[in-house]
């Protein structure tokens, strides 16, 4: 369901890092003329929601999802933590916005796809990687022809281990596969639209971080074969040293395709900052002497302004919900396939074994 409206209200759950974003965001956006907020950590709630001026400040998330001037819901909560206030306000028909990943279990997740269903809403989730401007433009090429029918994709990344050891401060149970590889099995599902993916092989192992009590692989390799032969390989490190001077993932992709190819490389030592008195890291809450300045995978706040994929990716969805104009966001189909696939990735590197693919 599309709504008509040109003014509405939009209700933020979690006020972490995201939500801080995605609440500045809306603040600045025509169409949104009221604003609830919660989280469960009150101080968080309060401090965002002064910030922001919101209209309604809760603990309760109900308080929220369930007030009438609320049309929308944007969910920014900790991974574990994403189902109960999706199927909420999936269920008072109210369109959602949640982070990536859509879920921790493919029940959770397939509940939330047949919730937005039954009540004729819709659910898209933030896969914000794609809304880097060089990966819309491929998407472009592809719609376009460009590149024929795709025969492969590679694709890697690295991470720094100062932000891997955040993410596990955030949510000690999640895996890099399902939380930061996933935006790549995002980028190629969405180039590789209308295949199936059919089997996954994979290969992980860790050290850095088991040595901090953490049960996860820094480490990941898969190669995910499609009904027609496509092969993607994918490969992850979240294992570069502490104060490597990127701010978020270095990523490579390539896509070749019968008629053309796409390389794009994202590995941002173009822009450098390099202070005496230090950079300072966008994500996490230290300085370094050197930052590669567009390496931030969100984007940045400059001149009071966020810019970048993640404010691109969330006025998308506002005007998809105040329009009715289409969106390129992740849909929750979309993230319950990708969810599939990288659980699938970790069941391969568990059982040293192929897994078949149902999605
Ligand atoms: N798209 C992107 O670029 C991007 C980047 C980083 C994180 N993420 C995703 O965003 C989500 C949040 O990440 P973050 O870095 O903002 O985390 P965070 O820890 O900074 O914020 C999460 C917030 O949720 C609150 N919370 C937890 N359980 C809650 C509940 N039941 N009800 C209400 N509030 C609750 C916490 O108190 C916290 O304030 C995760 O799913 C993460 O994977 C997306």
Redesign the pocket.
């Known amino acids: 369901m599309q709504l008509n409206h040109q003014e509405i209200g939009i209700g933020i759950?979690?006020?972490?890092?995201?939500?801080?974003?995605r609440s500045s965001i809306s603040r600045n956006n025509s169409s949104v003329k009221y604003i609830g907020i919660?989280?469960?950590?009150s101080g968080?709630?309060h401090q965002l929601g002064e910030r922001i001026n919101a209209d309604i400040i809760s603990?309760n998330?109900s308080d929220i999802i369930n007030d009438e001037n609320i049309h929308a819901l944007i969910v920014?909560?900790?991974?574990?933590?994403?189902y109960?206030?999706v199927i909420n306000a999936l269920e008072r028909g109210k369109p959602v916005l949640?982070?990536?990943?859509i879920a921790l279990s493919v029940d959770e997740a397939e509940k939330m796809v047949e919730a937005a269903a039954k009540n004729n809403t819709s659910l898209h989730v933030?896969?914000?990687?794609r809304f880097n401007r060089h990966y819309l433009i491929g998407k472009q090429q592809i719609i376009e022809n460009k590149v024929g029918n795709i025969l492969s994709c590679v694709g890697r990344f690295n991470n720094t281990q100062r932000t891997g050891a955040?993410?596990l401060?955030?949510?000690k149970h999640?895996s890099f596969v399902n939380?930061a590889l996933t935006?790549l099995v995002d980028l190629f599902g969405w180039y590789l639209d209308g295949k199936t993916p059919k089997e996954i092989v994979a290969k992980g192992h860790g050290k850095i971080y088991r040595k901090d009590g953490f049960d996860v692989d820094e480490i990941a390799a898969a190669i995910i074969t499609y009904d027609d032969g496509t092969i993607v390989n994918l490969s992850m490190g979240y294992a570069l040293p502490k104060n490597y001077p990127s701010h978020?993932r270095l990523v490579r992709a390539e896509i070749i395709g019968e008629n053309g190819v796409l390389f794009f490389d994202d590995d941002r030592k173009e822009h450098i900052g390099f202070s005496e008195s230090g950079m300072h890291h966008a994500?996490v809450d230290t300085n370094t002497e050197m930052g590669f300045l567009t390496s931030n995978?969100?984007?940045n706040w400059a001149v009071d302004k966020y810019w970048g994929?993640?404010a691109d990716?969330t006025r998308s969805w506002l005007e998809f919900v105040t329009q009715g104009i289409a969106c390129p966001n992740t849909t929750g189909k979309e993230g319950l396939q990708n969810l599939k696939i990288t659980l699938g990735i970790e069941k391969s590197i568990k059982l040293n074994e192929a897994i078949k693919l149902e999605v």
Do not use: Q, W
Request: hydrophobic content about 20%; proline content about 8%; overall charge negative.
């Open positions: 759950i979690g006020c972490g890092r995201m939500g801080n974003l919660s989280d469960i950590d968080k709630a603990t998330n920014s909560t900790s991974e574990p933590e994403h109960k206030p949640v982070e990536k990943p933030g896969y914000t990687l955040e993410i401060k955030r949510s999640i939380d935006y978020g994500y995978a969100s984007g994929p993640f990716e």
